[in-house]
């Protein structure tokens, strides 16, 4: 079965984010950098992202945070590579496809990609690989995406 309401509330983006953040802490491909590398509290990760997710959405929350830095912090301990944040694009389609459907939904799924995009050409610089010519970004176009349990 489909979802088929819209993501309308910040309670809304908590299941979600929770629900994404499960799949994600438990991937074999980006779950290290969450569990081992960043040792990510979700607790007191998601009412950050949770903020930051709000003003992406629907301009309701302040988030004056630099979301660049910590993942910079992460790309020289382990580079982060195309790879990483395809698989990262991928369980983020599944969480939202999973519990939403509608503009909103749509809009997260599209600034998700952007986000990643961003992040890896900034974290590679001019050369960034976000092709895939090495197992590289996935092109979210070419893929089924199913929900994550």
Sequence with gaps: ???????????????????????????????????????????????????????????????????????????ATRPLTAAHFGRWVQLWHAAVDGLHAGPRAERAKAQGERIALALLRRLGGPGADTRGAGGGFVPLAALELRSVA
Excluded at 43 to 67: K, M, N, Q, S
């Design 1 to 75: 079965m489909r979802a088929t309401r819209d993501i309308s509330d910040r309670d809304d983006l908590d299941v979600l984010l929770r629900r994404f953040y499960t799949a994600a802490f438990a991937d074999p491909l980006i779950g290290p950098f969450f569990t081992r590398i960043a040792g990510t509290d979700l607790e007191v990760h998601l009412p950050r992202i949770t903020d930051f997710w709000e003003r992406a959405l629907f301009r309701t929350a302040d988030y004056g945070r630099d979301a660049f830095a910590p993942h910079a912090v992460l790309h």
